[in-house]
């Protein structure tokens, strides 16, 4: 049972635009929701991450917008760079509890000069 | 300032083989993970420790699958009598303190199995 699905699979954006990647998650006990960014031939490293009290979070370049009542959020980057090529995973897991990380199928983001 | 390494980086197998991946957490860090990562997914959890114990290992697939890290810090991950489908990226991350807290992820260790 996928628990959290990720969309689009892959993502083409041109320099300067908006990259925006989707998320939903199925278990209402996830309290904590990271993005992660991979590079290949490394492992995923943390970008962001939010918790349902708030329903936006934003540092820098990066922002997430979170929807409790559709159990969804999202990861917009703003202006985005060729340096932004990368996978990156949405995860969700609990703030008590159980530490595991539970990931999404991951989005290959292409941002072209 | 070390990060999280791992090591062989790559290895081959045989079917059949038992193979050991080692971890080396950030020094400190009390938590550590275990994730497999197959080609194009995302990582899955495999296994949990805080300090020396192995508190949550529910994620191993099967009983081929054993983990350790006796002294509470570096890590192993054994995979006995290796399958084809165990072909994957197995990645180790750590974490600082006991709660939610940022896991550091290590560049894995991918494994073939021939």
């Known amino acids: 049972q996928q628990q959290v699905k990720q969309s689009p699979q892959s993502l083409i954006v041109q320099k300067g635009g908006i990259s925006i990647i989707n998320c939903a998650y199925e278990?209402?006990?996830?309290?904590?929701f990271p993005w992660y960014q991979q590079f290949p031939g490394k492992g995923p490293a943390l970008l962001i991450a939010?918790?349902?009290?708030?329903s936006e979070k934003k540092e820098g370049r990066f922002t997430i917008s979170f929807n409790k009542s559709a159990k969804q959020f999202s990861l917009h980057i703003m202006d985005s760079q060729p340096g932004d090529s990368a996978t990156y995973f949405c995860a969700a897991s609990y703030i008590s509890g159980r530490r595991a990380l539970t990931f999404g199928s991951g989005t290959r983001l292409q941002v072209q000069p | 300032g070390a990060g999280v390494s791992q090591s062989p980086r790559y290895k081959v197998a045989k079917r059949g083989q038992d193979v050991a991946l080692r971890c080396d957490p950030i020094s400190g860090h009390v938590s550590l993970f275990w994730y497999q990562q197959a080609l194009g997914q995302g990582p899955e959890f495999l296994t949990y420790?805080?300090?020396?114990?192995?508190?949550?290992k529910s994620g191993l697939p099967s009983d081929r699958f054993f983990a350790e890290r006796p002294e509470g810090s570096v890590s192993t991950l054994k995979i006995q009598r290796t399958q084809q489908e165990d072909s994957a990226v197995y990645l180790c991350?750590?974490?600082?303190?006991?709660?939610?807290?940022?896991?550091?992820f290590g560049p894995g260790t991918r494994l073939t199995v021939l």
């Open positions: 420790f805080q300090n020396e114990a192995q508190l949550d």
């Open positions: 991350a750590s974490s600082k303190s006991t709660g939610q807290d940022t896991q550091y």
């Open positions: 939010i918790r349902p009290d708030v």
């Open positions: 278990n209402t006990a996830f309290d904590y």
